[in-house]
C-alpha cells in the first residue's frame, strides 16, 4: 500500500491549495483498503450487501425447454408453408405436470405458458391464431421454426459465472440466487463507519437554544446518508473544539471503525491544533478542492491501539456536508465496502431553463429540480437559495446541476450535466 505522499507525488502539478475534483477523487480512490472479512447469511438477508464469493450455475435454469406462451406445441416440419396445416390433439401440457410419451408425425399438444415442452416438439404456435374443433386443430402458415419456447438453460446454464465477488445484491441477484436453489450465501462484512459533528456552537435536538447556538443537523444527514449506503454506524454526538475531547473521540473512533467522518473543523479559520492532532494519529492531507460548494476536506488514515480507519473531516456548512459525502465519500465508502467497478452516479444532459453565472477553474454542484415540460421533455432549473449553509436547496433539489471545472456562465437552454438523486430500489 502505498502512503498518500506517494500518490500525491505522482500526480503532476498536485497542489493540495487547488485540488481539482477528478484529481481528489483519484487520490482517495489510490488511498483505500477494502474490508475482506466475510460472513453466511440467510439468503433475504443478504440483500443490499456485497457477494463475498463467485458464484457458478450448479443448475440449469430453465432446467427444460418450455413454452413462453399458451398454445399448441408441434413439429415444424409437420406444417405446411404455404397454407392451413390440420394437426390431431394428441393430450396437454401444464406448468408443473407434462406431456408424458413423444409428439407423433401430425400431432399437437394443448400447452400453457412454463409446460416442458413435449419430446419431440420444437415449435409453439400461440392459441389466438389457431382453430381448434374437438381434436382437430388448423394451424395456419407462416409459422417459424423454434418460435414460442424458451431454450433449457437460457437464463443460467450449468457452469456458467452467474454472479462475482465484489457484486452487490440486489433484488435481481437475490432472484437470481433463488432460481440456483442457494438458501444462503457469502457476503463481505458490513463497514463500521463512526462519525461526529465538531463546534462549540452546536446543540443537540430536543435541548433548548442558548444565545448563538444552532442546532447539530450534520450529524443527521450523515446519519441518513450512512444508512442508506448500508453501513453499520457508530454515531459518537457532537464533540467540543477542544485538544482534549477531539484527540479522545478520534482515538476512539480509530480503534473500532473502518471509516471516521466528521464535519467541522477543517477550513482556514479553525483551530491549528486539529491539522496538528491529526498528522499525529496518522497520516492526514488538508485539501482545498477547486469546487462549490465545499472546499475545504481533510482525508487519510488515522491509527490508535493497533488499528487504523480511513477518516475524512467534511467543511461544517450543511449543504457541503452532503456535496462532499456524495462527491468523494460515497464512492470511497462503497469501494471500502468491498464492491468492484464503477460505482460513479451517472451523469446525463439536459438543457437549463436558466442562467447561472459561474467562472472556470472549479466544479460547481447546484442544486437543481429537473421536471417534466407538457411536450414531455426533460429539463432542468437550479434552486432558488444556492448558498452552501442553505440545506432547503437539498431538500427541494432533486439532483445536482454538475458544471465542470473549465466551464464559464451557462445561458438559459444551454445543455448542463445532472446527476439523479434517487434510483430504482
Ligand atoms: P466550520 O467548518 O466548523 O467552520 O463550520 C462552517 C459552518 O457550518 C458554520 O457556520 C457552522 O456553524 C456550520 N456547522 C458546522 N457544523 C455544523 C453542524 N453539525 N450542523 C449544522 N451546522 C454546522
Ligand atoms: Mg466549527
Known sequence: MKTLQEITS????????ALA????????????????????????AALGRVLGEDIHSTLDVPAHDNSAMDGYALRYADLRPDGMTTLRLAGSAFAGRQFDR??????CVRIMT??????GADTVVIQ???SADGDEVRIP????????RRLKGEDLAVGKAVLRAGQVIGPAELGLLASLGLAEVTVRRRLRVAFFSTGDELSQVGMPLAEGQIYDSNRYTLYGMLTRLGCDIIDMGVVRDDRISLEHALKTAAADADAIITSGGVSVGEADFIRELLTQLGEVVFWKIAMKPGRPMAFGKIAHAGHSAHFF???GNPVAVMVTFYQFVREALLA???RVGDCTVPLMQVPCTSAIRKNPGRTEFQRGKLTRGTDGRWSVCPTAAQGSGVLRSMSEANCFIVIEHGRDSIKPGELVQVQLFDGLV
Do not use: H, W
Open 128 to 130: 389466438e391464431i389457431v
Open 336 to 338: 471500502l465496502s468491498g
Open 10 to 17: 505522482c500526480l503532476g502539478g498536485y497542489d493540495a491549495d
Open 313 to 315: 473531516g467534511l467543511p
Open 114 to 119: 412454463g409446460a416442458v415442452m413435449p419430446a
Open 21 to 44: 475534483v477528478d484529481e481528489a477523487r483519484a487520490v482517495v480512490r489510490a488511498f483505500l483498503s477494502p474490508v475482506t472479512t466475510n460472513e453466511r447469511l440467510a439468503l433475504r
Open 102 to 107: 413423444r409428439v407423433g408425425a401430425g400431432e
Open 141 to 148: 402458415a407462416g409459422q417459424k421454426r423454434g418460435q414460442n
